[in-house]
């Protein structure tokens, strides 16, 4: 599903996909074998990343608004911690903190909501709320709502809601 078309019709979208191999399919970045973020990995990812960032900046006039989900909200969070110029704002659906307890830059102004699952076995409860209190002490406006649901997509549309209001506030 192209949920950014269902979230933000008539906004310009790019969907990268990750280029690490991970359980069959791909993901943005390496694990390690306990599950654990290979941050190495990930801070090479988000460069790469950045790079096509910098390209939508250029092409836009405006940094963008990031959507991500699971490994993607991921990595929507590491480029907010290693390149946040090129971040007006991000929706992280199922994350948790790309770098454990390094303290994020300065984001003043940047808008972020997070959507995590109260039954999500991929995270533990903590994920959200550690990504939270990081985002705030680094001067972003955070919303979060923990979700009952597990770590797939809410069935009762909640992310879908949430998500379309927080960004029609936005413009």
Same mark, same amino acid.
């Given at each position: ?34 599950? &654990?973020?290979?941050? $190495?990995?990930? =801070?090479?990812? @988000? ?8 390209? +939508? !900046?250029? /092409? ?10 699971? &490994?993607?909200?991921? $990595?929507?969070? =590491?480029?907010? @911690? ?8 991000? +929706? !992280?659906? /199922? ?77």
């Amino acid at each position: 599903m192209d949920f950014a078309a269902h979230v933000a019709p008539g906004h310009p979208r790019y969907l990268p996909r990750g280029r690490e191999p991970w359980e069959g399919a791909f993901t943005f970045f390496r694990r390690n074998a306990d599950r &654990s973020i290979d941050e $190495t990995n990930l =801070a090479e990812r @988000a460069r790469e990343m950045a790079r096509l960032l910098d390209v +939508v !900046l250029q /092409r836009h006039h405006q940094p963008a608004l990031l959507i991500g989900f699971s &490994s993607g909200a991921i $990595t929507a969070a =590491a480029l907010m @911690a290693t390149h946040p110029g090129l971040i007006a704002g991000a +929706v !992280l659906l /199922r994350p948790q903190s790309p770098f454990g307890e390094k303290v994020f830059p300065n984001l003043n102004g940047v808008s972020i909501l997070i959507l995590s699952g109260e039954d999500d076995r991929r995270r533990t409860r903590s994920d959200g709320e550690l990504l939270y209190n990081q985002l705030l002490a680094s001067g972003a406006t955070v919303t979060w709502h923990n979700l009952p649901c597990g770590h797939d997509f809410d069935a009762q549309g909640h992310d879908i809601e949430l998500t379309r209001a927080w960004v029609a506030q936005r413009g």
